[in-house]
């Protein structure tokens, strides 16, 4: 059975950062490495899309990171764990989908997504990713660490199962719901170019994890 997205995630928090480093394979690397590509410094900003309880935050709060942080998720439950983790720092929580809500424009030097975007289809990818590059300052950065597929076959095989699933449960196209369909990441470059940013490419892999890097 598919499941709201919003609860899929907030029925799983108890354990739930503990499965994301065991089980996901290269998650201890990926965390850290994700997070040393991020900017600090005075008047830096960063917004995280899909942000969880935060996980991404750990090292480059550890680090020593300064900027301020826009942190938005569809779990409430999520958002309470990911501002218990980080007393004193600059962020600012927004419950709400990235989807719906205005991200503003001209606003941030980088935004960073971590296994959150392989649910959607391309047409509101692109609409969305279009946001996302206003709300870029110049030169700004958008660093992707998803799940992607392996190859077309699993691309169009795991988003015809989810179109299945959907049908079968009477699910409207727009109701958020868990069901992985991940793009290739050529698939996710192409998109992210075709959507305005200039420059995008894989900076590292582990497993079925990709490091996007792309570029206002
Ligand atoms: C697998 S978790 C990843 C959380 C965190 N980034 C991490 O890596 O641990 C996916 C997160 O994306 C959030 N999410 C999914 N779709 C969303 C949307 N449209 N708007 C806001 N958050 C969303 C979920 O609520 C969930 O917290």
Redesign the pocket.
């Known amino acids: 059975m598919l499941e709201p ?2 609860s899929f ?1 907030a029925s799983r928090l108890s354990g739930y950062d503990e499965h ?1 480093l065991r089980d996901i394979e290269g998650a201890a690397e990926f965390y850290p490495y994700t997070a040393s590509l991020l900017p600090s410094g005075p008047n830096r900003r960063i917004l995280d899309l ?4 935060g ?2 935050l750990e090292y480059y709060f550890n680090t020593g990171g300064t900027a301020a942080l826009t942190c ?4 409430r439950e ?1 958002l309470d764990v990911l501002v218990s983790k980080f007393p004193g720092k600059d962020i600012k929580t927004f419950h709400a ?3 719906d809500i205005p991200l503003g424009e001209d606003l941030y030097d980088a935004a960073i997504s ?3 975007l392989h ?1 959607f289809p391309e047409e509101i990818k692109q609409s969305f990713y279009r946001k996302l590059w206003r709300a870029l300052r110049d030169k700004g950065i958008f660093v992707l660490t998803d799940y992607f597929a392996a190859s077309e076959e699993e691309e169009i095989a795991m988003a015809e199962e989810a179109l299945k699933l959907r049908a079968e449960q009477d699910i409207p196209a727009e109701a ?1 719901v868990h069901a992985d369909t991940p793009f290739t990441v050529q698939h996710e470059i192409s998109v992210l170019l075709e959507s305005g940013f200039s420059r995008a490419g894989v900076l590292r892999s582990w497993g079925a994890t990709s490091v996007i890097l792309a570029e206002k």
């Open positions: 997205m919003d995630f994301m899909g942000c969880g309880t996980l991404e938005i998720d569809l779990s999520m989908s990235y989807l971590v296994e959150s649910h958020l």
